[in-house]
């Protein structure tokens, strides 16, 4: 393990599931501050050293909350393994690590297709009607 613990991240591995569980809480609540019928998916980014090599503590960060929101019925989109399938070289820029085009088209394919199929509602519902002098109170 790095120093500090779960390999290559900053947290020691005691911090771990508690950080995870802390993360899925907080995007849970998030979702929750929706109304119920808004389309909702999560992307998760992988690391770069996880797309670029082996990172098992990035890995098990990733997975684990990804298992998080999964049990709470959240959709999720986890790039990781396209990204890694493409080539670190190809979907990362050699200089910083970022997303490269491909790297993009990569996750933005694949989150046009998780909101591809989640439900739309039919119409907005409709705005209250304004208040007019006769309406006021």
């Not at 947290?11 to 609540?29: F, G, H, I, T």
């Given at each position: 393990a790095a120093p500090g613990g779960t390999a290559g991240t900053a947290?020691?591995?005691?911090?771990?599931?508690?950080?995870?569980?802390?993360?899925?809480?907080?995007?849970?609540?998030l979702r929750g501050r929706l109304p119920a019928d808004t389309p909702f998916v999560v992307l998760l980014v992988p690391a770069r050293d996880?797309?670029?090599?082996?990172?098992?503590?990035?890995?098990?960060?990733?997975?684990?909350?990804?298992?998080?929101?999964?049990?709470?019925?959240?959709?999720?989109?986890d790039p990781a393994e396209p990204l890694r399938a493409e080539t670190a070289a190809r979907v990362l820029f050699a200089h910083d690590g970022h997303w490269s085009p491909l790297g993009h088209r990569v996750a933005g394919t694949l989150a046009a297709r998780a909101l591809a199929a989640v439900p739309i509602p039919a119409a907005a519902p409709a705005a209250p009607p304004s208040p007019t002098p006769e309406t006021r109170p």
């Open positions: 947290l020691a591995d005691s911090e771990r599931e508690p950080a995870l569980d802390a993360a899925a809480a907080a995007v849970a609540a996880e797309i670029a090599g082996d990172a098992p503590g990035w890995a098990a960060l990733r997975q684990g909350l990804n298992q998080r929101l999964a049990a709470a019925g959240i959709p999720v989109v």
